[in-house]
């Protein structure tokens, strides 16, 4: 990707790598690990994001 990026692209990525995070490890123990990962989570390889 080129290193100059117009300030709405890089808000959203930006957006997309704080979403893309693991749950707090409270909520895990809370839940007694069933909740594992959280539904927003994407990897980088299988999942595009919208351009």
């Given at each position: 990707?080129?290193?100059?990026?117009?300030?709405?692209?890089?808000l959203r990525l930006a957006r997309a790598l704080r979403s893309n995070r693991m749950?707090?490890?409270?909520?895990?123990?809370?839940?007694?690990?069933?909740?594992?990962?959280?539904?927003?989570?994407?990897?980088?390889?299988?999942?595009?994001?919208?351009?």
């Amino acid at each position: 990707m080129a290193r100059y990026k117009p300030v709405a692209k890089k808000l959203r990525l930006a957006r997309a790598l704080r979403s893309n995070r693991m749950p707090p490890l409270f909520v895990r123990i809370k839940t007694n690990f069933r909740v594992m990962r959280s539904p927003s989570q994407r990897n980088w390889r299988r999942t595009r994001l919208k351009k």
